[in-house]
């Protein structure tokens, strides 16, 4: 039972030394050591892989992984993201569109929101998570070791393939979504259905 007990929490805890791996990270690209950076990032990488992985294989999937899960990944991110453009180390669109991506992405869960709904991932949406975390990579190492030519901009070229895959899967997610019923059509219109009665009411309430 205690081993059980220990296996169980094993997600949860990879989880939360995610989280406490954002300002490690943060410190070593702010003090411009970029391979310990990009050696916790990729530490931070692997215990998301790890999470994932014990979580399904034993069953251990809880409503703390379900919402922390996400969100460390997220964070991760954006946190990454953000210091390397406040270190001029990557433009400024990048982060924009990404944040961009994470704003429809919480729209479109407040609307699914009550409702018996289950998104599952799609290659495409994993694909642009990859290229993404590669992208960091990269941006870390050029910068470490210098790089110029071609080779120092292997990083943009991956981050403008990452958002490209982005859009696409935000666009295959809607499309998902209301061909297969998750985003009832009727739904749609179940506002204005609503908005027309109260307005009935109110005409015969004023006669």
């Not at 979580?55 to 991110?77: E, H, V, Y």
Request: aromatic fraction near 14%; proline fraction near 2%; charge should be positive.
């Amino acid at each position: 039972m205690e081993k059980n007990n220990i296996l169980k929490n094993i997600p949860n805890a990879l989880t939360v030394l995610r989280f406490l791996l954002i300002p490690v990270i943060l410190y070593f690209i702010f003090t411009g050591n970029y391979i310990l950076a990009f050696v916790f990032f990729t530490i931070s990488g692997i215990t998301d892989i790890a999470d994932g992985c014990i979580a399904r294989k034993f069953n251990l999937i809880s409503t703390f992984g379900k919402l922390m899960d996400p969100l460390a990944d997220k964070l991760t991110q954006i946190a990454t993201l953000a210091s390397l453009v406040l270190t001029n180390i990557i433009p400024l669109w990048i982060l924009i569109v990404v944040l961009l991506k994470e704003f429809i992405m919480i729209v479109g869960a407040s609307f699914l929101y009550g409702k018996d709904v289950v998104v599952y991932s799609r290659w495409y949406g994993k694909l642009a998570t990859v290229l993404l975390y590669i992208a960091i990579v990269f941006s870390l190492l050029s910068k470490q070791f210098d790089l110029v030519g071609f080779i120092s901009n292997i990083d943009i070229i991956l981050y403008s393939f990452a958002l490209i895959s982005t859009i696409f899967s935000l666009i295959m997610y809607v499309k998902d979504l209301y061909k297969k019923g998750f985003i009832a059509k009727q739904d749609l219109k179940k506002d204005v259905i609503i908005d027309k009665k109260v307005s009935k009411k109110k005409e015969k309430n004023n006669k």
